[in-house]
Every structure is written in structure tokens, then in C-alpha cells.
């Protein structure tokens, strides 16, 4: 029997990706998310919010709409209407991508991540208990490792020092799925997520900031003086880890946290250097000291992820970043 997957957040970068992956691979997928999201969660000022909200919409076009994947308007803090969703489209599994992202962003105004984030989480949650859903899995973030300095970042590891407001958000979700696993028995995944880059990526991180940037010959700041470490993670990579995730039925029957990322941290500025070549161009480095919610490293380990799913593709940083600028090249922004 064709199980059918509801994706919120389907018109963020992973979840676009995910629906169409999903699609393809066999199942049945309902999509949904809400429009204005940007505008309600950026600054008045921002002037990347246009191109923000364009590029939502070029996604919901191109991996949704053309595939005859069914999609939904609503609002995850109307707790009437998701629950109305859920009674549409009769999920077997919920796959929750719906957030605000943006660690900096989270230091500048964290009441925007109040809504999404916790009231929003919270009744997602709460309509999979209510429904008996027996797939549950939500987007958690490497954030919630903090500062630490102990590698690599295994989902044993004490995470009770969150460094942004944003990865306090994160660690209540991972601790309202447990309390409803103990209360109700309503199982669930947290995927923490490690820097998902490549095509129709957050035009907010770094890879395409940079690359934009670079493109239009303006210096780039790279904090903590070009030293700090990411575990960059493609997305396509992303998207087949948590399809496999999903196939396996992995989280049917408890309540469990998985890494998704690679055990390959590259330093920020070798990163910079590899996307300048792509781009063929000679980037304008100015080296600045580390920002407030910033942290040296993110480092995971896979091997629980491994010992689910099997072995998953591993996608070199160049070739991630070429797939990524070759995008960037023939998507118009307005």
C-alpha cells in the first residue's frame, strides 16, 4: 500500500527537494507552508526579502507544481487549520521542515521564532498524537551542540548549552517530541541537520551570500578570522539520508535524534577558496573576529546514521558547490 508523507515547510530548500525525492521514489506526497513567511520574519529594511520570497515561489513552481505534487497554504500556528490539513490529506507520515532558520537572525529579533518554532512545533506534535501518526520526523539543527570542542558531535552528547536563541528553539523540540513519546507513546526523529548547501539553497548562508558577493565584486567577511570549521553537507546527500530514513520506517515505534552530516568539517576559508574557483573568481576576503551565537565547529558523526540507513552518498565540496554556482547562473532574481 502507497504510504502518503506530509511535508511542512515545502517551499524551504530541503523540504522543495524532499517532496520531489519522495515523489519519485514511490510515495504518495501532500505538501504545505505559507507565503508571507518572509515578510512577517524579516526586517522591514531587509532588501533580501524579495528575492527571499521569489525564490520560494520558483521553488514551489519547479519542484512542486510541475510534478503534480499536491500542495496546501497553512499556517502551522493555526492550530484549526493544520488540523483541518491533516483531516484533507490522511497522512501515514508527517515529515515537519516548517521553521524559522538563521542563527545571526535569532540574535537580532529572537520573538520571530517564537511562533514557528515552539507554538508551531508544538501543534504539529500534537496533531500527530491526535491522529496516530506513526512517522514523525522534524528538522533539528547541529546548532544544539553549541560551542563544544569534543569531536565529533554524537547524538549521546550533553546538549544543554545552546549558544543562540535559535538552538534553544531546536532543543525544545527534541524535548517536546520526548515528553510526548513518555505521555502518549507518539513516535518521532529529530534530523540534525549539518550546513545543507548546494542549488535553490537559504540565499542567508553563507555559500550563495558568498557567492553573490563574490559575483558582484564585494569583500566578504569571514568571521573568526577564517578559521571557524563547518561540516558542510549537499543536499542532495541531505535528502537521500532522510529518504532512506523514511523508507526503513526508522522511527515507528520510539522517540530517537540522528545526525545528518558527514564527519568532514572544512575550515571556512578553504571553503571560500573552493567557491571562488568555481566561480572563477578572486574573492575580496576581509577577516573579522567571531560574532555573538557563533561557534569554531561543527563536526558530526555519522555512524548511527550509517548503521540505519547503510552507506550514503558523500558529495565532494567542489562538486557541490559547481551544481550550486551552475544553478545561481540561470536562476533570474527580479
Known sequence: MQRKVLITGAAGFIGSRLAHHLQTSGFNVATCDIFDFEIQSCNAGDPHHLDLLNLRHDRVIHFLHRQQIEYHSCDIANFEALINLFKQTKPDVVVHLAAQAGVRHSVKAPMDFVRSNLLGFA??????????????????????????????????????????????????????????????????????????????????????????QMLAKQPIQLYGSGLLQRDFTYVGDTVHAVGRLIELGICKKNVDIVNIGHSNPIEVTKFVNTLADC???????????????????????????????????HTPLKAGLTEMTQWLSTWHQP
Not at 513519546?181 to 548546494?198: I, N, W
Not at 558523526?301 to 550509517?306: E, F, G, I, M, R
Request: include cysteine; proline fraction near 7%; charged fraction near 20%.
Open 123 to 212: 501543534h504539529v506534535l500534537d496533531a500527530c498524537r491526535e491522529f496516530n501518526i506513526e512517522e514523525f520526523l522534524y528538522a533539528s539543527s547541529s546548532s544544539v551542540y553549541g560551542a563544544r570542542t569534543e569531536v565529533p558531535f554524537c547524538e549521546t552528547d550533553r546538549v544543554d548549552k545552546p549558544e543562540s536563541f535559535y538552538a534553544a528553539t531546536k532543543m525544545a523540540n527534541e524535548l517536546m517530541a520526548y515528553s510526548y513519546f513518555s505521555q502518549y507513546k507518539t513516535p518521532s526523529l529529530g534530523l540534525r541537520f549539518f550546513t545543507v548547501y548546494g542549488p535553490w539553497g537559504r540565499l542567508d548562508m553563507a555559500p550563495l551570500l558568498f557567492a553573490q
Open 279 to 313: 566561480l572563477g573568481v578572486e574573492p575580496i576576503i576581509e577577516l573579522a573576529p567571531m560574532q555573538i551565537s557563533d561557534v569554531p565547529l561543527t563536526y558530526a558523526s555519522d555512524q548511527k546514521l550509517t548503521a540505519l540507513i547503510g552507506e550514503w552518498p
